[in-house]
């Protein structure tokens, strides 16, 4: 598949929300777009939950999750776009929907 956009997520203390946040990604989202979750270094539950709720996702590769300590939201979209595969980046926050 040709990646036209890549979409990165810093999670990081959003287990109350990153569930949102990715169903609501995923209704709106078209071919050609890749979701990238870069855990930065979470304590709570944010991760576990990705993995448990959007196993498809994942599996099917549109759904990239990466990890490393913290480093703040900064350091996270830096690590997303190193690995980005898309023409174009785009960023969400954990917390939108």
Known sequence: MNILLS???PVY???AY???C???VFRQLPEGVEVIVVDDGSPDQSM?????EFQDWIQS???????????????ARNLGVANARGA?????????V
Do not use: T
């Not at 576990?48 to 448990?52: A, D, G, P, Q, T």
């Not at 174009?88 to 939108?96: A, V």
């Open 7 to 9: 979409v990165i997520i």
């Open 13 to 15: 203390k959003v287990e």
């Open 18 to 20: 990153v569930q949102d």
């Open 22 to 24: 990715l169903h609501s």
């Open 48 to 52: 576990h939950i990705i993995r448990r």
């Open 61 to 75: 590769g549109v759904l990239i999750l990466l990890a490393e300590e913290n480093k703040g939201p900064g350091g």
């Open 88 to 96: 174009y980046i785009g960023f969400l926050d954990s917390d939108d």
